[in-house]
């Protein structure tokens, strides 16, 4: 299964990258970023290592806020973080989310089960996994 929204949104909020949350922001305060790299993840193509991942968490946050993470934050710890929780839950067998009808998919297939759409990057992710 792929990281959740709620999952990613936690690491923000543990991470502030703007330092909202110690300022008394409310705890979703990340939640429209979190979506946003949910998608991101999900795409094709989505970033290929965590650090693709940490230049798209800059856009994301240069976008939402006019400044990636005032200006000099490294999003490469979170990026780290997400990336691994993510690539443990895509193993062979688990459900991926089509971003077409939104239903869960079997990682491997092409295209989705229930409505026919492809599953871009799916192939991409479980080639990336480490068995070791």
């Not at 705890?27 to 230049?55: C, F, H, I, V, W």
Request: glycine share 14%; net charge negative; charged share 20%.
């Amino acid at each position: 299964m792929t990281i959740s929204k709620e999952r990613i949104e936690a690491l923000l909020y543990k991470a502030d990258p703007e330092g909202l949350i110690k300022m008394g922001a409310p705890a979703d305060e990340y939640s429209p970023e979190a979506r946003m790299l949910r998608t991101a993840l999900l795409s094709n193509p989505g970033p290929k290592d965590p650090t693709e991942l940490a230049q798209r968490l800059c856009s994301i946050f240069d976008e939402m806020f006019e400044g990636c993470g005032g200006g000099g934050y490294d999003f490469g710890p979170v990026a780290q973080e997400i990336w691994a929780e993510q690539q443990q839950g895509l193993v062979v067998g688990e459900a991926v989310v089509c971003l077409s009808c939104d239903r869960g998919c079997m990682v491997g297939d092409l295209s989705c089960t229930h409505c026919g759409a492809s599953l871009p990057g799916v192939g991409d992710l479980q080639s990336g996994l480490d068995h070791g």
